[in-house]
């Protein structure tokens, strides 16, 4: 347990460091370079001399393995470096970002498997009824319909039917004003979860109906079981591998998806840093940022993991 | 005459939604306190249907129950309600299942999977851990501590009925429906598995209902025998009655076509030509007649019913014994 826990801390550190290698590169592609962004229009008016010194303080004529390691290096001991547009710490930006991302996240996922494995459970304990159908009906449309389109239809219907739009108001953290917060978050998470919700009823009925037709199910209710034990530590348990595993798959599309929703629901979280930084050239967030997502993809695929071997004993290595 | 303990009177089972096939067709048999049943059958013949049927076990709607009647100490099983159903399951039948490696519930330990058995029938758990420990080196588990906090992977087939075995017997249940429990296992295991029955039945003085193809586990441990054919009983007599003179053709070939000592080594076996009818499309005579011997004009007319043939015996044929021919 303790040697598999060891092996996989070891490939997501190898992961990241793919990761770190690859945005490097996609980054340093693109038009334009540090002393273009951090001055924009005006370094055309630079002399020779002065952008050859500007060149020389952000590191650019340096070759790109040295000006990596040297950015991997800061990284690694907690440096991450200072925004080119707003010329504070990086650190800083992602720290006041962060937590908002986070609780968009939390709060569309927990939305996400109430949903998905409410309405999965009740479909495949009954299948063909109306439960059933109702949960197969909002699976289509919640797989259908994008983010961005169901976040735009309810920024919308908030605003121009309800005359309701908690966005207009600046962003509220969770303990500065937990009523205005949650007012904030609670519609991104909904267009966040629909998708989500979505994708785990799926699953959820179809692990259900495939473990309801086992032997030990049987043997289950054959030894006298309340209906209750059978459907949750026999039938759930059972059925809960395929779902933890589709949770952490949505959990990664989330990440992408906080992106989109936080642009039109004006949420000052990760994704909206991300996007802004990038229309400005700001090398050293964008690096930051994306690395964080990524590691965040990583680490949510080893809980999972160790999710598993929690559950399944099958899986736990002896 | 007391009452037998188990009553199954014209049990009827069906598969399908709409208009049902019937595929267990009025199936009776009595089991008494401490005696040892044999239900013997093809693949298809309906017995471990009407099994799940007594237990409520049925994998509904897909099958259902259509009609029949199925008394426990004269009590009406097929209505009673969930709540009622759930004390006669596990505490006074229980069964157990071909497949043992399947039937354990493969997340949760062994201990967990019994002593939940006894805790839902009112035993406080303390208790359920003991009888747990004692049942599991009841059925020659010789590692009963390490078998108790094993996972169902970790074991193998044959000490995996035995758990079966323990978790059936834990709670000292007066039938117990064994649901050819050693075709999974190896001719060795399976050895062992039915002897332990066979002793533990003994010891616990409780009705066992042993459903199997195989006619020498009926010819070793049972006293009666219910022959099956396309959902109904064809022949009923005891053991020895049974192999002595059976009363219906189908017994007969199916006598026929065991190996027996003498038969020469790698001589071909008998067997019965032709396969079971399909229960879509029985008519109105004899379900047996496309593959019987014996079968004439008069089997076309109508199915027989299960006619007594002397004392505590019966067949579903329209020619006694005495006018078979050949």
């Not at chain 1, 334009?32 to 951090?38: I, L, Q, R």
């Not at chain 2, 709670?171 to 598995?193: F, G, K, M, R, W």
């Not at chain 2, 049974?242 to 080594?265: D, E, I, M, V």
């Not at chain 2, 076996?269 to 007649?289: M, N, V």
Request: glycine share 10%; charged share 15%.
């Amino acid at each position: 347990m303790l040697l598999g826990v060891a092996r996989r801390l070891l490939s997501m550190v190898i992961t990241l460091l793919g990761v770190s290698v690859v945005i490097f590169v996609i980054l340093r592609l693109l038009p334009g370079n540090a002393v273009t962004a951090s001055l924009g229009v005006s370094a055309g008016l630079l002399s020779h001399a002065q952008l050859a010194a500007l060149d020389r303080y952000y590191g650019v004529g340096q070759p790109a393995v040295q000006q990596f390691v040297s950015w991997l290096v800061a990284v690694l001991t907690g440096n991450l470096g200072v925004s080119l547009a707003s010329r504070e710490p990086v650190a800083t930006l992602i720290g006041a970002a962060l937590p908002v991302t986070v609780e968009l996240a939390l709060v569309a996922i927990v939305l996400g498997l109430l949903i998905g494995v409410g309405l999965g459970m009740l479909g495949a304990l009954h299948p063909g009824r109306l439960p059933d159908s109702v949960g197969q009906g909002v699976a289509v449309v919640g797989l259908g319909v994008p983010s961005f389109v169901l976040g735009t239809g309810i920024v919308t219907l908030l605003a121009s039917v309800l005359h309701y739009f908690p966005s207009s108001q600046s962003f509220a953290g969770f303990f500065q004003n937990p009523w205005l917060n949650l007012q904030q978050i609670i519609f991104p998470a909904l267009a966040l979860s629909l998708g989500i919700g979505a994708a785990i009823m799926r699953t959820t009925r179809a692990a259900i109906l495939e473990v309801s037709g086992q032997g030990f199910v049987r043997t289950a209710r054959g030894k006298g079981l309340a209906p209750r034990t059978v459907s949750w530590r026999h039938l759930f348990l059972n059925s809960s591998i395929p779902i933890v595993t589709m949770t952490g798959i949505q959990l990664g599309y989330l990440l992408g998806g906080t992106v989109i929703v936080e642009q039109i629901f004006v949420l000052p979280g990760l994704g909206r840093l991300l996007v802004t930084s990038i229309a400005n050239r700001d090398f050293p967030v964008v690096q930051s940022v994306t690395l964080l997502f990524a590691a965040a993809f990583v680490v949510v695929n080893m809980l999972t993991d160790i999710l598993y071997t929690v559950i399944d004993p099958r899986t736990r290595a002896r | 005459m007391a009452h037998p303990l188990l009553t199954i009177r014209g049990l009827r089972v069906g598969v399908g939604r709409g208009v049902p096939v019937e595929i267990v067709r009025g199936v009776d048999l009595d089991v008494d306190g401490g005696e040892k049943v044999g239900i013997v059958g093809e693949s298809g013949s309906g017995k471990t249907l009407s099994m799940l049927a007594v237990l409520g076990l049925l994998p509904t709607p897909a099958l259902r129950v259509l009609g029949g009647s199925v008394r426990l100490g004269g009590v009406e099983l097929l209505d009673l309600d969930e709540p009622h159903l759930r004390r006669v399951r596990g505490a006074r039948i229980a069964m157990i299942y071909q497949d043992p490696m399947s039937s354990l519930n493969p997340l949760l330990r062994v201990r967990t999977q019994i002593v939940e058995t006894l805790v839902a029938h009112g035993v406080d758990r303390r208790r359920a851990r003991e009888r747990t420990r004692e049942v599991l080196s009841q059925v020659g588990l010789r590692d009963a501590a390490r078998v108790e906090g094993a996972f169902p992977h970790e074991l193998s087939g044959g000490m995996l009925q035995r758990v079966m075995i323990a978790m059936a017997l834990s709670t000292q249940p007066e039938v117990l429906i064994a649901d050819e429990p050693t075709t999974a296992l190896d001719v060795t295991v399976q050895e062992q598995i039915l002897s332990l029955v066979g002793e533990l039945q003994a010891q616990n003085r409780m009705a066992v209902v042993w459903v199997t193809h195989d006619l020498g586990v009926v010819a070793r441990l049972v006293d009666r025998v219910a022959v099956m054919y396309a959902g109904r009983v064809v022949e009923h007599a005891s053991t020895p009655d049974l192999f002595a003179r059976p009363q219906h053709p189908y017994t007969a070939a199916l006598l026929a076509s065991l190996p027996r000592p003498g038969t020469a080594h790698r001589a071909t076996l008998r067997q019965i030509p032709g396969s079971p009818p399909d229960p879509a499309r029985l008519g109105s005579g004899c379900p047996y007649l496309p593959r019987c011997p014996q079968g004439d004009q008069e089997c076309r007319v109508a199915e027989p019913d299960l006619l007594d043939r002397g004392p505590g015996r019966a067949s579903a044929c329209w020619k006694p014994r005495d006018r078979w021919q050949g």
